[in-house]
């Protein structure tokens, strides 16, 4: 089974920065587009960031100029920098990824979640 594992939140200040990181498991042929989602309490999940095998990224509106996506294929590894944060960025926040099975099957595969909360 795909795990992608999670890592790198926590309790920050507004104002301040950090960095996620998800790790996917070795047992696959290909990770293909790979993106992050958060939910704040009450919302529904959205999808924040996302970029392609190739490095091509997109940003939600909300996150534009704030967050950064980036990713190491040697590593299969997905990264988010996230700058200049306000407690409206508080929620959980997931990675996602869809790959290639050494079967050649295609799996869409969710991290476990990693808190965010950002104090005023």
């Known amino acids: 089974q795909v795990q992608l594992v999670e890592s790198g939140g926590g309790l920050v200040q507004a104002g301040g920065s950090l960095s996620l990181s998800c790790a996917a498991s070795r047992n696959i042929f290909r990770v293909n587009d790979m993106g992050w989602y958060r939910q704040a309490p009450g919302k529904q999940r959205e999808l924040i960031a996302s970029?392609?095998?190739?490095?091509?990224?997109n940003y939600a509106d909300s996150v534009k100029g704030q967050f950064t996506i980036s990713r190491d294929n040697a590593k299969i590894t997905v990264y988010l920098q996230m700058n200049n944060l306000n407690p409206e960025d508080t929620a959980v926040y997931y990675c996602n990824a869809d790959v290639t099975l050494p079967t050649l099957n295609q799996y869409n595969a969710w991290g476990q979640g990693t808190q965010v909360t950002v104090s005023s």
């Open positions: 970029i392609t095998r190739g490095g091509i990224t």
